[in-house]
């Protein structure tokens, strides 16, 4: 039977994607919304995750849609509440927020998932399987689109905690960490903020690989005319790139892998089998090199932003 379902923070991603992917799911019904000011037709609303908890104690799990920074007090609430909670990326604005979280869920045989909606594109597990057997020489990831276009008016992203370019950025790094066949460190960044801002709007980061790959990622928010979102993977078996966000792999110009957009139909499928299985799916490794990120940048004055 399906468990009931409560989505939180009706905004962008809970339209787009969150709706339509919980529609054709069979293991999950959305019973209800909270969010301050947004309902959905024919769904149960409410203003705040506490009350819905209170009012609905038939709702077994609860997926978190809001701005990371103001996402921690409701996963702990739902834990607290004894329901199974899913985050969407970044899974919060601090890496110890997001371990107490963790260490909560697996205190109370709750299931808590961290999701990484762009490791489920087509194309990404193809992309780390033909990685395993070459020798990675060089990783060049280029994430470059239009915050106007992409995220009109959403002022919470250039707030302290809102990520700014690493809110895009991030994806890049999630599918990065999935795709290499083992661990690499920041060793370098620059970040580009605007003089009026809290968050940068651009950023040049390189990685230290200790297989000796030279790997490089350049995040920009001031992209104009052809959105990228895609890395160039040189090794000694070829040119791969992948490409529009994981959804297209090609080999030496040759199509190897393709396929619609299913992220977040997997995103929910996973979760469905974590609470079944009693499990927790918590990697903090794309968050943790944002961390370092503004923790090592060098940090750049640039001209002001405003919408
Ligand atoms: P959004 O359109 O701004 O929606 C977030 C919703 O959260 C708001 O509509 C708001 O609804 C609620 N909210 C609660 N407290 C808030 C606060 N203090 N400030 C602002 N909103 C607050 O944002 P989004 O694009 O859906 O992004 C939400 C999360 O999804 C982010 O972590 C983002 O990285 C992730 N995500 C977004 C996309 C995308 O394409 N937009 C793609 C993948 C993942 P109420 O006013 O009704 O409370």
Known sequence: MARKLALVGIGKIAR?????????????ALAATASRNARLDGIEGFADLASLLDARPDIECVSLCTPPQFRYGDARRALEAGRHVMLEKPPG???????????LAAARGLSL?????????????????????????????????????WHPGQ???????????FDPGINALSVLTAILPRAVHLAAADLMFP???????????RFSDPGGATITAAFDWRQEGPQSWDMRIVTDGGEAVLSEGGARLSVDGEERAAGP?????????RF???????????????????????????RVTVEPFDW
Not at 196 to 204: F, L, M, V
Not at 280 to 297: E, I, N, Y
Request: hydrophobic share 45%; charged share 25%.
């Open 261 to 269: 957009n299913r992220e977040y139909p997997g995103l929910y499928a």
């Open 113 to 149: 998932f961290a999701t990484w909606h762009s490791r489920h594109a087509a194309a990404v597990a193809p992309c780390r399987h033909w990685l395993a057997k070459r020798r990675i020489e060089r990783v060049e990831v280029i994430w470059k689109e239009d915050v106007r276009r």
């Open 93 to 103: 604005a601090t890496l110890s927020e997001v371990d107490d979280l963790a260490g």
């Open 195 to 205: 003089a009026n801002r809290d968050t940068p709007i651009a950023a040049d980061l």
């Open 16 to 28: 787009d994607q969150h709706v339509p992917a919980l529609a054709g799911e069979p293991a999950f």
């Open 272 to 298: 469905a089998q974590l609470i079944e299985a009693g499990e927790c799916d918590v990697d903090l490794s794309p968050m943790r090199h944002v961390a370092d990120a503004f923790m090592l940048g060098r």
């Open 155 to 165: 002022d919470w992203i250039w707030q302290a905690g809102g990520l700014g370019v």
